[in-house]
């Protein structure tokens, strides 16, 4: 690698670091570089490179979010481990799937995910309606925990298959 493409991953990688640090989705910048700076390069190497950023990050901001924000745990324990039961059926399907396969797939996902962001840039952003029915918040956060959780395990790491 000479020192021009270090420079650019260098940009890259710092350039998703804030855009994670102000609003999250900094892998639509990294993984994409990733994927478009090695070629040749597995799929599943480019995601878990991006993973390790991924997992770091969130890590961070869910435990600054826990000590800020007051949450209902009665949702969010039981959202969280669908979230990573879905996790795990998505890597499984993304284990499943060949390089050749697999590849497009994730382009596709992260295109998807930066129309939403661009079109949707304040989704999220309204205070929770914390006067709805416990049933009815349980409910929207077990149907988004699974679709996040499903999403973020098929963008994980998968076997490389030729």
Known sequence: MDMAHGAVLLGAAAGAGGV??????????????????????????????NKLASISGTSTAAATYLRRTKVDRRVMIPAAALAVACAGVGALSASRLPTSVFRPIVMVLLICVAAFVVF??????????????????????LVAGMAIGFYDGISAPAPAHS
Not at 30 to 44: C, H, I, R, S
Not at 121 to 137: I, K, M, T, V, Y
Request: avoid cysteine; proline fraction near 8%.
């Open 120 to 141: 949707r840039p304040s989704f999220g952003a309204q205070d929770a309606n914390l006067a709805a029915s416990h049933r009815r918040r349980l409910t929207t956060t």
């Open 20 to 49: 994670d640090a102000i609003v999250g989705g900094g892998g639509l910048i990294q993984l994409p570089t990733l994927l478009l700076a090695y070629p040749t390069l597995p799929a599943a190497v480019a995601l878990g490179t």
